[in-house]
């Protein structure tokens, strides 16, 4: 099978070297959003409208070569998850699923901040989840990481937060209460023989420090 994209995947890219990247968005106004946000970032950047033209672009279509496109290196994919057709997890997982595409990093976008998505796609190999609006800084901070071979690490980092983040939520929702030891019977006694004189002061209440304001009286 013909391949027209070709990976350039390597520990250390060069920083003379533009960086190609493959951006999949079926909104047009978000794909000129990003295209402009990656050439300012000095990167080359190739805008597709759904995932199956990413796939015929990098080869995986099934059929023998892609039309319309050039043969270019790509260094990175950045991908809108809500598409028509075919969503970008479903991307994710046929480029992960290939032999020959699956070291390439995918960046997955969305407009919804839904938990459950962004682990499924973090867990799937996604190399971030951004939630949109996209920004300058989002766009040069991956540059970065392409630049210094740091993707993979960051992956691990990411699904290593959620998964501390998740078992913080369940500690704290499981854990049992200590258990209040019992008084000891010489403190029981000073206890009754005080509540008993009349003239032992009450015991603190444990209620609430919140203070109550004081009323203003008009004169």
């Known amino acids: 099978m013909a391949m027209t994209g070709e990976i350039y995947r390597s520990p250390m890219v060069c920083q003379e070297e ?32 759904s995932g199956t033209r990413a796939l015929q672009y990098l080869g995986l279509d099934g059929e023998k070569s892609s039309v319309g496109f050039d043969a270019l290196k790509v260094n990175l994919i950045m991908t809108d998850y809500s598409m028509p057709g075919m969503t970008g997890y479903e991307l994710l997982k046929k480029i992960k699923e290939s032999s020959v595409f699956r070291e390439i990093p995918v960046v ?27 920004k300058l800084s989002d766009v040069k901070r991956l540059r970065d990481c392409i630049i210094k071979g740091d993707g993979e690490e960051n992956v691990k980092k990411n699904l290593n937060k959620r998964k501390l983040q998740d078992d913080e939520d369940d500690h704290s929702v499981s854990s049992p209460l200590t258990p209040v030891s019992p008084l000891s019977p010489s403190i029981a006694r000073d206890l009754a023989s005080s509540s008993r004189s009349p003239s032992s002061s009450p015991l603190p209440s444990p209620a609430c420090s919140i203070k109550r304001p004081k009323l203003l009286h008009s004169s």
């Open 18 to 49: 533009e960086l190609h990247v493959l951006a999949v968005d079926d909104s047009f106004v978000d794909r000129k959003v990003i295209e402009r946000l990656l050439k300012i970032s000095s990167c080359k950047v190739t805008a597709v409208e």
């Open 108 to 134: 997955i976008m969305s407009s919804e901040n839904i938990i459950a998505r962004i682990d499924r796609c973090l867990e799937e190999g996604a190399e971030e989840f951004i939630v949109k609006p996209v």
